[in-house]
């Protein structure tokens, strides 16, 4: 006996996904809990495999089981295919495991010849719909399963309808239709060179085999390559019978959600038309009707609509997109999917459904696409604001933003410079463009895809961008766009919402990002849920206060570099840099360190008895100077119109010291914890800052647990000199202030180095913190500054890197280093505390690589403390369900 | 039974180094094998940890052992200890397993009291030398068992010597020798409060204390903390019976080699003296006499030394520095050890064992320093060149130049770029200076030591450089230097010796390395022995041929930028990276297409068959454009005074081109592979280049194997793509020739990923070739431009990093990358060629790691072949040995 290729419908159930695909999986199940699905049957993805692995031939045994199962439909229907009196007509489809734009969709009406035409039209008494069936089938066939493009047959109806003087294709009537017919069967005959085939056996298999020969295709191949869909999987074939909404008043056709896809309100959502076939209601002919409508139309199949999408939430316990189908007033089913939906519904189905008693909380954590969960922080355009949308491209980066138009980026860098709000408009961007887009509030393209440059650039720089907006016309010469009949100029105000891809005239309000009351109640369960730690990175009290309002369990990273930035600190850190000797430079940081102790002091006390881990001083000092071209230009120019040479002077030593400061790569330079092995003295001064609020605080009562942090280390012994001499400090304090101080000291792991020896670098460390955005920028060898800009985006579009390596840890290459580190780490200090306080932290795939690596916490921005949260959970969850933990 | 601490010299031999220290080692074998050895014993290391252990006792028995030795050499000798007529008397030596300066060193005549010197008087007939021998002992024993300052004996000699009216110690006579000792003992009662020591056993057991704590004081433990001697080993005692050189003419004492140590020729060289004890022949107060006069003076003891000597020789299989005493015509050996020699010696004395039988091949490369070879393998001073030595220094990076002294690196710069050989001179360098010295054809600095800012970045840029050289008095202001009564202004000639650390007046003749007998002899040894494979770096025909005279068997990296850059083709290479259209860029490639063929065919020709590894193109094309500044500065002055319009607008194309490729990271940026992915076409030339060249040769008839190789990969796919792109343009050139061409594509390993990943690369790779500079780059997070200048040398210094790891592979962190590169790789594909091509390619050390690594061969600079063929010979030979495969 050969191989079970064909399954009926009843033979099928959900879990066989892989083998029906997931339409046929999806109507075996329906068919299976009693709905009323029109009998069909599948062919298996096996089938198709085999198909290409024998040289584009059926397998043995396929098509004998292709005709018995027919002959089971033509029982159940009582219908006979190819019969003259009662021809059971059916659609095919093709069913991959995952959806595929791109494949051979669906041929409707499949059976249907010059014979059996006739029987349709002595059967539905309508020779008009007997007859557009048939043209329909034709066209369709055509196009799909032979070639024939499709304009050709377009052409015949456009002349049809001029000849009659109409503009509708219903409004042509029965006898012309029977003559377009016939035009469409000389077509085929004109551009395949063989008559349309009369044969519905022959039909069907010409139709598998197109369904096969669609998995390969270019377009579908395009899509699987930029999807990540292996192209072994292979696609099934859907038979079906043909249910008709179109043969009259007492027929239809609709789409349905059971619950309302935008809000999430528990309502049945989606509408209808009456005597339609399903291309109809995308067509849109007619407006179709909201779905409520139909229980005044139809109300026992309303009902039965009703009951049936209370069953199939239930039976798939989420919400569902459903398509059907109304015969001479009886229900069809013809699909039923988890249905899409914005980010305000999914949480508030899930948290609903969980109320329900439908699904518990471990599931409906699940239930929510963190990246989606984005978009409701950011700042977005105020959804009461009403808006003249122009135009929509891709949403290529996320956030919203109004601005200026300028269409070029030195103008774009000149007009920011002077303190104007900019969206920088290009065809596309290069790394020429980099400077612009640095200082523009956002990007808009009209050509390019989402992993073309500007949308790479823009994501990397967290900056909204929309991308290949096509509408938009761009003339450079007069420094417009035209979109339609609209113009618009250098300098006229546009907004962009990168999060949907809308181009918006004029400025619109934005509002603030907020958790409504169904995102707290989904975070408050995920925090139930996760074991990861969520912390946030912070530099000031508010930023650390903001962190504490969204859910940060303690600050995973404080720069006090920000710090030294400040306008009234700059000079005194600039007279630190230019000292000359130790005790000049002492001096100076005697000056600085109230500063920072003041600075220390904020964080702690906001942060109240949470940890906060702060780290020693990273960039390189050079920094903190003016820039070496300005100074040089600036020099030569007051050389050049006589300028006061005391100030000349005072420049030249300012140039030489910038100069002597000057790095190649100050990425890899003179900075990190080398600043505290070159000169001890700054670290000290820090760590000072550190103990003296942290006794401060304690003293008045507050609880303050400062964690110091020593970057860049890449060999115990630095860290071991470090530690001492922080330890030393924090001794001496405690015996000056008499304060029993609490005192942690560990350190970052961001160079290849420090992982690679973390069992001989965490003796000295209570914790390490990952830093993977270094950490990533010297295991791939990748200056983020420079990638992003000059070739990330050929990584991304020729598919090297799946994904940009800052956006999502790179788990291969960083995450095996982290791993490694881990692993050492624990072996030589079992309870250490293990952290990561890159970007990556508020990264939802990089999140659940940090829990399965047994990560203490994650740290992130304040804004991405939610979608951490929520991400954490979602990998432990994960990982209980994996581990059948799940109930 | 106590367990046993005190070992008589028969009781000892060679091997037992570990217990009994070195020089109790060498005594105990001397003593066995029949030499006149004076009988003693040794006090084992394990005594003096057990010393320490419990709390600065000895431990139980050992002192009972002492005795009992004691005993055994007054038998042997015929003496006894503290006896008032034949006394005995001893010398006390610590002798640790390392021989370490900073530790006690010897107290001669214990056993002297105002009883016993009396003996001496009465039994030498010499009261003079006999008080000489007590206040010396004194002296010694105060200074260094009691702590007594040396020089407050010094001014009771300085005094008597005054009144006197001499001027040498041997001028005091009996008499006043006498008064003296009194005067000494009541130094010891003044400053110590106790009376100087009569009892002999009481000196002993003092001097043995002394000894054990000279293990601990604070140079001894700065000494082994920079030599990487590990503490727990503890030194040994050793107690001698004296034996005198100077108790009159017939007695005398001296030092010699058993060959030149300067040459290697094997005849016996040293010197001696009459009537002396060791320290007269160090004290300079008569001339020593060399040892060939000792066969008139003493013909017998000549020729017993003679004979010893012989059979030192023979005994150890090296050559002998050894320490003798002659008292009353008796030839006493004192010490023996291996000889120090140059490295012209090293190898004459290893060639002519081998010859002579005593020696095989395999330990005659392993008794050559090749760190010491280096010094053979630069441009040196011509040796028969008469020089005025002005000075020396430490000799901080080996190499010689002559120039022009100047005080400041601003004008070092300067004068260089005018056209001047400079050497820089300075009290010391910071990273101020780099500009400078990267000018300079050497460093001289007055102070600082070998790990200085100075030291650290010569040897890094492969400058001479002499440090420390405190004889020479800088004056910045005046722009002179003083030495001695000269003074050298700014613009005068001197030489510098980095080798030797000599510092000498005007300009020198200098010689380039070449290879004598003993070194051809040697090296063709090291080829018989060693596995590893010797390649060399080179980018012109006439380096490869320079590589193939110094014995590499092929080429490991040939770097193609470096053909970029020369004067005809830069503008070519301009013309395209200012290409903005794919054509225009296509144009300029097929300019320098015939050129970059002409570079391969030059290549490959020399090579004969020869492996021959090239690079495709890797720098980041901004390197190939002039510099920003240079360009702002022309810019405004061109602005400011009116300059062409054209011209300016010109250069500001090329500014903004600049701009638009400038990098903040270059080592990170976009170079290497990346130009590939970004840029095909340039690859495509580079490959069709070597192609074709390939093809034109061996059409020729010349053999020519090239291997392609593609930098910085970090992912599997980079490697896959490009790999397909060359394999391919191969293939075409095959036909289009319809030459059989030798295909062979492979990768750098130089991007932590890479490593880390190996195994998916190797799929790709025929070969991996090391670049451990750019590794260790990555893998430290260290800009190697940045590091060596700014603050490597605080690393050095403060001892965090032992070695600069661009010089030596730090083996720790980037070895274990290499490791794990190696693992997978070969998992991948187990017959993967796997090289080094960084600057480690020719460093010792790194050389043993790449050969217990597995690494099929090591690339280097030409001038350093030699060396790494002799490294890798060592690695080989040292792990035959460890496996007791040498015989």
Redesign the interface.
């Known amino acids: 006996m050969s191989k079970k290729y064909v399954y009926l419908f009843k033979e099928g159930n959900a879990d066989m996904r892989s083998l029906l695909g997931g339409k046929g999986a999806g109507l075996a199940e329906m068919s299976n809990i009693g709905l009323p699905v029109p009998p069909g049957f599948t062919i298996t993805t096996e089938a198709c495999n085999e198909y290409y692995e024998s040289g584009l031939d059926f397998p043995e045994g396929m098509l004998g089981q292709v005709w018995a199962s027919l002959k089971v439909i033509e029982d159940q229907t009582g219908k006979e295919f190819g019969s003259p009196t009662n021809p059971l007509l059916v659609s095919v489809r093709s069913g991959a495991v995952f959806s595929m734009p791109g494949m051979m969709d669906t041929v409707l009406n499949l059976g249907l010849n010059d014979t059996t035409v006739q029987a349709l039209v002595a059967n539905s008494q309508d020779e008009r719909f007997a007859m557009d069936c048939y043209r329909r089938f034709i066209q369709m066939f055509s196009d799909i399963v032979m070639g024939i493009e499709h304009y050709e047959f377009e052409n015949v109806l456009v002349n049809t309808k001029e000849t009659l003087g109409v503009k509708y294709d219903n409004e042509i009537d029965a006898a012309t239709m029977r003559g377009v017919v016939e035009e469409f069967k000389k077509v085929v005959k004109r551009e395949s060179g063989r008559e349309f085939p009369q044969d519905p056996k022959e039909q069907l298999v010409m139709a598998i085999k197109a369904v096969f020969s669609s998995w390969n295709n270019d377009r579908a191949i395009y899509y699987r390559k930029i999807n990540n869909i292996p192209g072994h999987l292979g696609t099934a074939v859907n038979v079906q019978s043909m249910a008709f909404g179109n043969m009259g008043g007492d027929c239809g056709t609709g789409v349905a959600f059971t619950r309302n896809p935008s809000t999430g309100e528990k309502a049945l959502y989606g509408e209808y038309l009456i005597n339609a076939q399903g291309e109809d209601v995308v067509a849109g002919i007619r407006t179709p009707q909201p779905i409520s409508k139909l229980k005044e139309e139809m109300p026992a199949v309303f009902q039965q609509f009703v009951d049936t999408c209370l069953l199939l939430e239930k039976h798939y316990k989420d919400m569902q997109d459903i398509e059907f189908t109304i015969e001479r007033g009886k229900l069809y089913m013809l699909q039923t999917r988890t249905g899409k939906r914005t980010a305000p519904a999914a949480l508030r189905i899930a948290v609903e459904m969980v109320n329900e008693g439908l699904i518990d909380k471990n599931t409906a954590v699940q239930r929510i696409d963190p990246a989606q969960l984005d978009q409701l922080l950011h700042r977005r355009i105020d959804p009461n604001a009403s808006v003249e949308v122009l135009a929509k491209g891709l949403p290529a980066s996320p956030g919203a933003a109004s601005g200026k138009v300028v269409f070029s980026a030195d103008e774009a860098e000149q007009m920011a410079d002077d303190g104007e709000k900019v969206i920088l408009v290009r065809m596309e961007t290069?790394?020429?463009d980099?400077?612009g887009m640095v200082k523009a509030q956002a990007i808009l393209t009209s050509r390019g895809g989402m992993t073309s440059h500007a949308a790479v650039v823009a994501r990397g720089m967290g900056k909204p961008c929309i991308c290949g907006c096509e509408a938009i016309k761009i003339d450079y010469a007069k420094e417009e766009f035209a979109v339609g009949s609209r113009v618009f100029k250098k300098g006229e105000l546009i907004s962009v919402d990168g999060g949907t891809g809308r181009v918006i005239a004029g400025e619109i309000p934005m509002i603030d990002p907020e958790l409504n009351d169904d995102f707290v109640t989904m975070l408050y369960w995920a925090d139930e849920i996760r074991t990861l730690g969520v912390r946030a990175n912070a530099d000031t009290p508010e930023d650390a206060e903001k962190a504490r309002a969204f859910g940060a369990e303690g600050i995973g990273l404080t720069r006090t570099e920000h710090m030294f930035m400040a306008q009234d600190r700059l000079p005194v850190v600039q007279q630190m840099i230019m000292s000359d000797t130790l005790e000049e430079r002492e001096a100076a940081l005697a000056k600085l360190l109230p500063m920072q102790q003041g600075d220390f002091y904020g964080i702690l006390k906001a942060m109240q008895g949470l940890p906060v881990t702060i780290r020693l001083l990273d960039p390189p000092l050079h920094e903190f100077l003016p820039n070496?071209?300005d100074l040089?230009?600036e020099i030569?120019?007051l050389k050049?119109?006589n300028g006061d040479p005391e100030v000349i002077k005072k420049k030249e030593t300012i140039l030489?010291k910038a100069?002597?400061?000057h790095?190649?790569?100050?990425?890899?330079?003179?900075r990190g914890c080398?600043l505290g092995?070159?000169n001890p003295e700054i670290y000290a001064m820090q760590v000072k800052a550190i103990f003296y609020a942290t006794a401060q605080l304690i003293k008045e009562g507050v609880d303050a647990k400062p964690e110091v942090m020593i970057p860049?280390v890449?060999?115990a012994?630095?860290l071991q000199?470090l530690r001492d001499q922080a330890a030393a400090i924090a001794e001496e304090i405690k015996v000056e202030t008499g304060v029993d101080l609490p005192v942690s000291i560990g350190t970052m792991i961001?160079?290849?180095?420090a992982a690679?020896?973390a069992d001989?670098v965490a003796e000295y460390a209570e914790f390490f913190s990952f830093g993977t955005n270094?950490l990533t920028?010297?295991?791939?060898?990748?200056?983020r500054?420079?990638?992003e800009g000059?070739?990330m985006h050929?990584?991304i579009e020729?598919?090297?890197?799946e994904e940009n390596p800052f956006v999502s840890i790179?788990q291969?290459?960083?995450g095996?280093?982290v791993n490694i580190a881990c692993e050492l780490g624990r072996k030589a200090r079992p309870n250490i505390k293990l952290g990561i306080c890159g970007e990556h932290g508020g990264e939802p795939r990089s999140i659940e690589f940090c829990h399965n690596t047994g990560l203490t916490y994650v740290s992130c921005s304040p804004f991405r403390v939610p979608i951490a949260r929520l991400a954490a959970a979602q990998a432990a969850a994960k990982e209980r369900s994996a581990a059948g933990v799940d109930k």
């Not at 790095?663 to 003179?670: A, C, D, V």
């Open positions: 290069t790394p020429d980099i400077h070496i071209e040089m230009v030569t120019t050049l119109t030489k100069r002597a400061l790095e190649f790569n100050p990425m890899l330079g003179h080398r092995i070159s860049l890449i060999h012994k630095e000199v961001e160079i290849p180095r690679l020896t001989e270094d920028q010297t295991t791939l060898g990748f200056s500054d420079d990638a000059k070739f050929y990584y020729k598919k090297i890197l790179d291969t290459g960083v095996k280093l």
